[in-house]
């Protein structure tokens, strides 16, 4: 089993880094990244990562399936290797 405990910046490093994500903007203390796939355009997704300390695991689970992660374990483990 992997950690749950993220920090948004952690999560918004490895989305970007790891995942094809760009992040466009902030709003407020949360980062707006999205997400085009680079042969099917209708493949888009836009994700919001509150920039605190520690993610919620409710938050965690919502960014997850924004980010299409079919497993949220393993979007988790994921996160956890690439950060």
Excluded: K
């Excluded at 880094?17 to 709003?27: A, K, S």
């Excluded at 997704?45 to 520690?54: G, I, K, Y």
């Amino acid at each position: 089993m992997s950690r749950r405990t993220f920090s948004g910046t952690e999560v918004v490093r490895v989305l970007i880094n790891v995942g094809g994500f760009e992040w466009r903007r902030t709003v407020g203390d949360h980062a707006q990244l999205y997400y085009t796939h680079p042969t099917n355009d209708d493949d888009r997704r836009q994700v919001t990562v509150p920039l605190h300390d520690e993610l919620r695991v409710g938050t965690l689970h919502d960014i997850a399936d924004s980010a299409g992660a079919q497993e949220f374990e393993a979007f988790c483990e994921w996160i956890d290797e690439n950060s």
